[in-house]
């Protein structure tokens, strides 16, 4: 069994009110400190000394705005008994003070078998004593460097799972495994490429941390394989044929994963889509098994997959007999349960046809299986055959347009895959 290490964060995460941005409102010089934070002028640490150094202001005031201003995320205590009873570790990582933290957990009946790393707070009388023992250079803005605590934590476990959702989760979440993300940093996974599940709330963790896929199916061109050559080709051959101008190759990839016929109907000066689409499957024929490869890391992780049990299959918009004869020239045909595509007697995507029937090969539950692709239209497709989506951004589409299409997760890399059908890293043995 893998040995699975949870970090949480805490304000606006485990307590879903950022505190420090509550009691900063009370404060005069709060929005010029903020400004200054956020310009890398102050770090936080020196924006906590500016707010709670002051003269007369006591510990308790401050326990008590912190205490009954929490709202403790009501899953959070059944998601604690979720990794007890599944032998995960749970820490907190906060940048914000152990005290307050174990005070406001102890309200909500929260005790026992906590590790905190936060910043330390403690009462002197009537001054409030602070001090960062995990402040670090690596982070120079933070009062706690997570980052050092993840990389100090690292050798002790297989697979690290983040959860956070603001300016201090930034620097941890390349040190991890898998993202659970909301608000801010998931705005910033999305926008530096960071694969990262979203989450609302700890129900939401504790249901795709635990789920376990049995079946997984595949897009082909831009998914598995690069054909964009041998699809350029004969796009132009066609094109030459027909006595039409040729296109570049960016305006061709934009056409991968579409229907032939419904590409060659936009085309001006095609009269017959269908001998169109003849003249380039005779050239894509002659030039196909030697022009495509395996794109990086699909190999092995098909491989992979496939020894740790789950049943695979392929969905294209690909004719069928040569998606086949590609997989199985390609040297991993013999790991797919069905390959799928048109000219199988099945309408193309984004109708759910090809996904259906390779559902109903597998016997599975529609919540036991997740597509997998690289295209809107992949998404749709999965849509409409009621499954969940995963986007690889290996292919036309940009990692933004698959983040906006209801993805599970977008990975930059094929290699992330496995991770992220299945966080706890379990065996899936039919």
Do not use: W
């Not at 485990?14 to 956020?38: H, P």
């Not at 026992?112 to 023992?133: E, H, Q, S, Y």
């Not at 993840?150 to 002790?156: E, F, N, Q, V, W």
């Not at 495994?177 to 939401?204: N, Q, T, W």
């Amino acid at each position: 069994m893998k040995k699975i290490l949870v970090v949480s964060d805490f304000d606006g995460t485990i307590n879903r009110k950022d505190l420090g941005e509550e009691f900063g409102k009370v404060i005069e010089n709060y929005a010029d400190l903020k400004d200054k934070f956020f310009r890398n002028s102050l770090s936080a640490p020196d924006v906590y000394r500016s707010i709670l150094d002051i003269e007369g202001l006591s510990f308790g005031v401050i326990r008590d705005f912190y205490v009954n201003h929490a709202v403790i995320d009501e899953h959070f205590v059944p998601f604690l008994d979720y990794v007890n009873r599944s032998e995960i570790v749970h820490v907190i990582v906060s940048d914000g003070f152990d005290l307050l933290i174990e005070e406001t957990l102890r309200k909500h009946g929260i005790e026992d078998g906590l590790c905190i790393f936060a910043n330390t707070m403690r009462d002197n009388g009537n001054k409030v004593f602070m001090d960062f023992p995990f402040q670090d250079s690596e982070c120079s803005f933070s009062g706690v460097c997570k980052k050092k605590i993840i990389k100090a934590l690292r050798p002790y476990f297989d697979r690290i799972i983040y959860i956070g959702n603001g300016y201090s989760d930034i620097d941890a979440v390349p040190e991890v495994d898998v993202v659970f993300a909301r608000s801010m940093l998931k705005s910033y996974c999305d926008e530096h490429k960071i694969p990262s599940f979203r989450y609302d709330d700890y129900g939401d963790i504790v249901k795709k941390m635990s789920r376990q896929y049995r079946g997984v199916i595949f897009d082909l061109d831009g998914t598995l394989i690069d054909s964009f050559s041998a699809i350029y080709e004969s796009f132009n051959v066609t094109m030459d044929a027909l006595g039409l101008r040729q296109y570049s190759y960016g305006d061709v990839m934009k056409t991968i994963g579409l229907p032939l016929e419904d590409v060659m109907r936009t085309i001006d000066g095609v009269a017959d889509p269908v001998h169109a689409v003849e003249i380039f499957r005779s050239h894509y024929q002659e030039i196909y098994l030697k022009k495509t490869t395996l794109l990086h890391g699909v190999e092995e992780v098909i491989r992979q997959l496939y020894n740790e049990g789950y049943l695979l299959g392929v969905s294209t918009n690909k004719l069928g007999k040569y998606s086949r004869s590609l997989l199985e020239h390609l040297g991993i045909g013999k790991y797919f349960r069905q390959v799928v595509g048109i000219g199988d007697g099945l309408r193309s995507k984004p109708y759910p046809d090809t996904i259906e029937t390779i559902l109903s090969g597998f016997g599975l539950p529609k919540d036991d299986v997740v597509y997998i692709g690289d295209s809107l239209i992949d998404a749709q497709a999965a849509a409409q055959a009621g499954i969940r989506f995963i986007g690889v951004a290996t292919g036309p589409a940009r990692y933004e347009e698959l983040s906006g299409a209801n993805a599970e997760v977008v990975l930059d890399q094929f290699s992330r895959l496995p991770i992220y059908v299945n966080p706890l890293g379990e065996e899936t043995r039919q």
